[in-house]
């Protein structure tokens, strides 16, 4: 079992900054793949981004060139590193584990382990 826990989440003004961080604990692994979903109100849940082992980075084109997701594996841990904020990013984000090792995964169901989520709210 692998749990997961982010934190990091709030309230930033349009154009700021947030650095999300994701705390993985029990049976860890960093060669599989980790990823950063999220989902807003009444939408479903999304994809942001993933990193594999390597490390190899991937991003949904709605975040593109603003977020920057990294893992330390001494640390067990994966960061979102969020700037240039946008209202229409506002949602809770989840970091979660992917089924697979050294892939780009971005579909929600190629993930099996997920933490509790933390909001992020971008006033406008």
């Known amino acids: 079992q692998v749990q997961l826990v982010e934190s990091g989440g709030g309230l930033v003004q349009t154009g700021g900054s947030l650095r999300l961080s994701c705390a993985v604990s029990?049976?860890?692994?960093?060669?599989?793949?980790m990823g950063w979903f999220r989902q807003a109100p009444g939408k479903e849940r999304e994809f942001v981004a993933a990193?594999?082992?390597?490390?190899?980075?991937y991003y949904s084109d709605s975040v593109k060139g603003r977020f920057s997701i990294s893992s330390d594996n001494a640390k067990n841990a994966v960061y979102l590193q969020m700037n240039s904020l946008k209202p229409e990013d506002t949602a809770v984000y989840y970091c979660?584990?992917?089924?697979?090792?050294?892939?780009?995964?971005?579909?929600?169901?190629?993930?099996?382990?997920w933490g509790q989520g933390t909001q992020v709210t971008v006033s406008s």
């Open positions: 990193v594999t082992w390597g490390p190899s980075t």
């Open positions: 029990g049976r860890t692994d960093s060669t599989y793949t």
């Open positions: 979660a584990r992917g089924r697979r090792r050294y892939r780009p995964l971005t579909m929600r169901d190629d993930y099996d382990a």
